[in-house]
């Protein structure tokens, strides 16, 4: 938590445009400064909603790691963010959608799709963690092929979407990060939920029945939860990669395996590292910025290598 608040506090006080830390704490007491409009408009909204993506990314990686037993599920490499960016670029190219009103129920309609293609093409509930990755690597370059495609074929989309599929917090605004509110503080909570249920489902469906509980429904929850998470996240800020991957495997370390721990901590620690992500793009990218999404997938690809690497990843 103190690691959260110190990151909290870098993502207000650091941008593009370079303030001292005397003026970024008067522009966010005093509605009359001059720099109230960069702290309020622009660099609160946006660490808000780094925040809340970052903790359903987080949150979402690890209860799908634990639901099939993959150390190597992830939102972005399973092909959900990539369902969730087909039906927003479906949606702004084919339907005029340009608002994130809009384009938070076809992200979730895509990422429900995705999410309940992809256990069935793996092979359902004797879906092994090789089937699952293979078919989430199948969909997942089909459907970025396709938003490619949608995007070069209507230069208005292109337009709209060219920041948002890399990944964007630059967009954040006080009302995407209410109206986003709702839809991940329930996935989260439906995730937080089932901790201990998956507990038990990682022992095999027999002993968690014997334990009382009860796979169908608790794989159903999980399923929900999920695409609420993911489809939220990818429709407020594109899709971002290896949040939800890297950071289970970084708390495991801490935590062990057990998910009454791993969750919360995941809730707490993939926020870090995302705005921290972000934070990092602002420094280097002046006096422009380097997207989130680009960031993460830097400073993620090399670092999983590493984990597998050094034999640290664990099966969950």
């Not at 289970?248 to 009454?260: E, F, I, W, Y």
């Amino acid at each position: 938590m103190l690691l959260l608040i110190v990151v909290l506090v870098f993502s207000i006080a650091v941008g593009a445009k370079q303030l001292p830390l005397a003026e970024v704490w008067h522009g966010l007491l005093h509605s009359d400064s001059a720099e109230y409009a960069v702290v309020h408009r622009m660099r609160l909204p946006r660490t808000l909603l780094g925040l809340l993506v970052g903790a359903a990314l987080g949150l979402a990686g690890a209860v799908m790691q634990a639901l099939t037993r993959n150390p190597l599920a992830d939102p972005g490499l399973l092909g959900i963010n990539a369902g969730a960016s087909a039906a927003v670029a479906s949606a702004a190219a084919f339907l005029g959608v340009s608002t994130f009103d809009g384009y938070v129920w076809f992200a979730l309609l895509g990422a429900a799709t995705v999410t309940a293609l992809v256990y069935a093409v793996g092979g359902g509930r004797g879906a092994t963690p090789a089937r699952l990755a293979l078919a989430g690597a199948a969909l997942n370059a089909t459907l970025y092929s396709y938003v490619s495609a949608v995007m070069l074929l209507d230069a208005a989309s292109l337009d709209r979407l060219r920041f948002w599929t890399v990944g964007s917090l630059a967009s954040a605004e006080s009302t995407t990060v209410v109206k986003v509110l709702p839809f991940i503080v329930t996935g989260l909570l439906i995730a937080l939920a089932a901790a201990r249920p998956l507990n038990a489902l990682a022992l095999g469906d027999d002993a968690a029945r014997a334990l009382g509980a009860r796979p169908a429904l608790i794989r159903g929850a999980v399923i929900v939860a999920v695409t609420l998470l993911c489809g939220a996240a990818t429709a407020a800020c594109g899709p971002i990669v290896f949040v939800g991957l890297i950071v289970p495997h970084l708390v495991r370390a801490l935590t062990g395996p057990d998910l009454r721990w791993l969750l919360p901590y995941c809730a707490v620690l993939a926020p870090v590292l995302l705005l921290a992500a972000d934070v990092l793009g602002r420094v280097l990218g002046r006096p422009g910025e380097l997207q989130v999404g680009l960031i993460t997938a830097v400073l993620g690809g090399p670092l999983f290598l590493y984990v597998v690497i050094r034999g640290r990843v664990a099966r969950p």
